[in-house]
Structure formats: C-alpha cells, structure tokens
C-alpha cells in the first residue's frame, strides 16, 4: 500500500471500506454480551498486540525512535482517547447503538472551538451557524422521551460528553504528529487508551474474563477489523485524499450505524429522532464546510 499509487476511485472505495468498518463498532459492542467499557479495553489491547512486532521494527533504528516529547505527547493522546471510549462504549451500553453515536460525531465542533482557543485560529459565522444547528438537534434527540426509558437520554449525554474528549483527541494528534510518525503514534496511543479503559474496569468493578466464546470473536473482529484495518486505512487516507471529501464522508457513518442497528439490533426511531439526527448531520456538515473553505 505504501508503495503502489492507487487511482483516486480505489482511495474513495478504500474510504467507503473504512466507514462501514468503523460503522459496524456501535453494533458490534452492542453484540458482545459484555460492558462497552470491556470491548474498548479489548479492542484497544488486542490492536496494539497486533501492531506491536511492526512497531518495534519501526524504531529499531535510533534515528526513527521518538523524542521523550513525542511519547508523552502520544500517551497522552492514548489517555484522552481511553475516556472517550469509556464515555462511548457505556453510552452506547445504556442508550443504544445510534443515537451515543450520532452526537459523537459532533467531535469537529468541539476541534474547531479548541482549535480556535489554543491555536488562535478565526472561525467563520457559518461556523457558529454549524454549531448552534448541531446543538439543537442534539437537544432534540435528547429531548425525545415518547416510548423510552430516561437511560436512552443518559447514553446520549454520555456520547456528548464522548466528542468533546474526541475532539481533544484530535487535537492533541495534530501536535504529536509533528514529532513521530503514524505507526508509533497509533502504538503508543491506542495501548495508552487501553490502560485507561483496564483501570475503568477495576473501578467500575466490571469483569475482566468470563465471557462466553461468542464474545471473544466479537473481541477480536474489533481489535483486529475495527482497531487495526479500519483506522489504519483511514489514517492512510487523511495522507492521499483531501480532508474536505474526507470529513463531510464520514457523516455517512452515523446514518449506517443506524441502518445496522435497525436491521441487527432491531432498534426503532421516531419522527423526532430522525429529525433531530438529520439537524445534528447538518450542522457538522456545515462546520466542516466552513472551516475547509
């Protein structure tokens, strides 16, 4: 992949491989039999497993080993990232696989309010036009109590509060990726998350092993399709198609979670939550449109 230039309809075909991967996490979680928080440590720990033996090959060479910097700077892209699959995976334990997902996505509101506040870089009005849309559909989501219990309305706070750590998320990458490559970052990143979710686990006094066989391969699709193939592929694409088709593409992931969850899960929605969700797309659509232009 490294060395081959593939022609732009196989890097779009790669990228509609890569959301319907990513897609499939909220189902999948959902699928296990075990607390989102465990399928995160899982998934997590299992991709660094399998990244590991390229890592230590990636810096073997003491020119392409990381600064001290660019290590402290990736765990604690890791720590952030770890709460927000903590916040994630328990959202989606307690309100579903969409709509947690859904107000996720909102992550690149909260990137470009951090961005503007640490980086000092000037947001458009549409930007705060995006914003004030995708908040009032997240209000409205989360105002829609007609035939479901309260814990629908805590899972999607909790994958409000998910996109702000998200978003951190981002942010910090941004920086990092200034001072180690893709591979270490992805390593010490995603095996620094993996801790935070195992210290969750210990105090949320979940269980660790136990879990009917059926778990474990749901365990190890994440780690190895979700964590390994589906961010790798995605990761590659941020350096080949422009984030302009790139950002306003991943919208569509949400939308498919949805559809997995209706035909796997047999979820149901309302006119209000498909209202609300179509609101909540629309404002990130426009905040990314502004921010690219």
């Known amino acids: 992949m490294l060395n081959i230039k593939p022609t732009k309809p196989i890097l779009v075909f790669l990228l509609v491989i890569a959301i319907i991967i990513i897609g499939f996490s909220a189902i999948l979680i959902k699928l296990s039999l075990a607390p989102g928080n465990v399928t995160a440590f899982y998934r997590l720990f299992i991709g660094s497993v399998i990244v590991f033996i390229p890592f230590l090959f990636n810096i073997r060479k003491p020119e392409s080993r990381p600064s001290g910097r660019a290590v402290w700077i990736s765990i604690a892209g890791g720590v952030i990232f770890g709460i927000d699959m903590v916040l994630w995976t328990t959202g989606v334990d307690l309100g579903g696989a969409t709509m947690p997902t859904l107000v996720a996505n909102t992550a690149p509101v909260w990137v470009g309010i951090g961005a503007m506040i640490f980086f000092k870089e000037k947001l458009r009005t549409g930007f705060w036009l995006g914003l004030a849309v995708a908040l009032a559909g997240v209000f409205l989501v989360m105002s829609d109590t007609s035939g479901k219990p309260m814990s629908f309305n805590a899972g999607t706070i909790l994958g409000l509060s998910a996109a702000v750590f998200y978003g951190s998320f981002f942010l910090i990458s941004q920086q990092a990726r200034k001072y180690i490559n893709t591979l270490q970052y992805f390593w010490i990143s995603s095996f620094s998350a993996s ?24 365990f190890f699709i994440m780690g190895f399709i979700g964590q390994v193939v589906g961010w790798l592929i995605l990761n590659y694409l941020q350096g080949k198609l422009p984030a302009s088709l790139i950002a306003p593409t991943l919208l569509v992931q949400p939308v498919m979670t949805a559809l997995l969850a209706m035909f796997f899960l047999g979820d149901s929605f309302t006119l209000l939550d498909i209202i609300g969700g179509t609101i909540v797309l629309s404002g990130i659509f426009i905040v990314h449109w502004t921010r690219k232009k």
């Open 195 to 218: 801790m935070v979710n195992l210290l969750f686990i210990f105090i949320l006094g979940q269980q660790l092993f136990g879990y009917p066989f059926v778990s474990w391969v749901y």
